[in-house]
T-cell receptor
């Protein structure tokens, strides 16, 4: 079992550009959540996808959008990049439902905006 | 809204000494509670969680945490620190109706001295 995988590992973009990050969940998991972790801070919840729909959303602007595919993999898109979007973006997968199921985190994508 | 406060962004202990990492939460009702560990350049790994029942929870790698409702706390302990315990530790909470939507604290970096 490969666990949660994310691509790319690192990414450098310029202000105003758009970026797409990708996540493949752990085998058997149907729910994908995305988190932003700024340097020296704890992760912040961006949104969660289940059954190809956004189910929960944190306090992030509409520039942040996502998608979940039929195979449960997911993409995070960020438009009009700002310097403040520089962070480690973590993907986590779990089972669906509202229980306290364990979330498995990927190693993250380090995004640098210059 | 829920929030998590981790007292002490850096904690240093000697190898073999007691580890105590503090976590307090703010929530109108007791939430689900979690501790995660993050090693350099890796994703987060679940150490332990509290949902219901016994308030003393045992996790992996010899860690345990006790839920104290009256103190709104969920402190993490380990009787004897090992060099391999050096990492960043995050306390997190989730509401019962969205058990996999985590709100993280700012993290505590644990350093273990030989």
């Amino acid at each position: 079992d490969a666990g949660v995988t994310q691509s790319p590992t690192h990414l450098i973009k310029t202000r105003g550009q758009q970026v797409t990050l990708r996540c493949s969940p752990k085998s058997g998991h149907d729910t994908v959540s995305w988190y932003q972790q700024a340097l020296g801070q704890g992760p912040q919840f961006i949104f969660q996808y289940y059954e190809e729909e956004e189910r929960q959303r944190g306090n992030f602007p509409d520039r942040f959008s996502g998608h979940q595919f039929p195979n449960y993999s997911s993409e995070l898109n960020v438009n009009a990049l700002l310097l403040g979007d520089s962070a480690l973006y973590l993907c986590a997968s779990s089972l669906g439902g509202t229980g306290a199921y364990e979330q498995y985190f990927g190693p993250g994508t380090r995004l640098t905006v210059t | 809204a829920q929030s998590v406060t981790q007292l002490g962004s850096h904690v240093s202990v000697s190898e073999g000494a007691l580890v105590l990492l503090r976590c307090n939460y703010s929530s109108s009702v007791p939430p689900y509670l979690f501790w995660y560990v993050q090693y350099p350049n890796q994703g987060l790994q679940l150490l332990l969680k509290y949902t219901t029942g016994a308030t003393l929870v045992k996790g992996i790698n010899g860690f345990e945490a006790e839920f104290k409702k009256s103190e709104t706390s969920f402190h993490l302990t380990k009787p004897s620190a090992h060099m391999s315990d050096a990492a960043e530790y995050f306390c997190a909470v989730a509401p019962h109706n969205a058990g996999n939507m985590l709100t993280f604290g700012g993290g505590t970096r644990l350093m273990v001295k030989p």
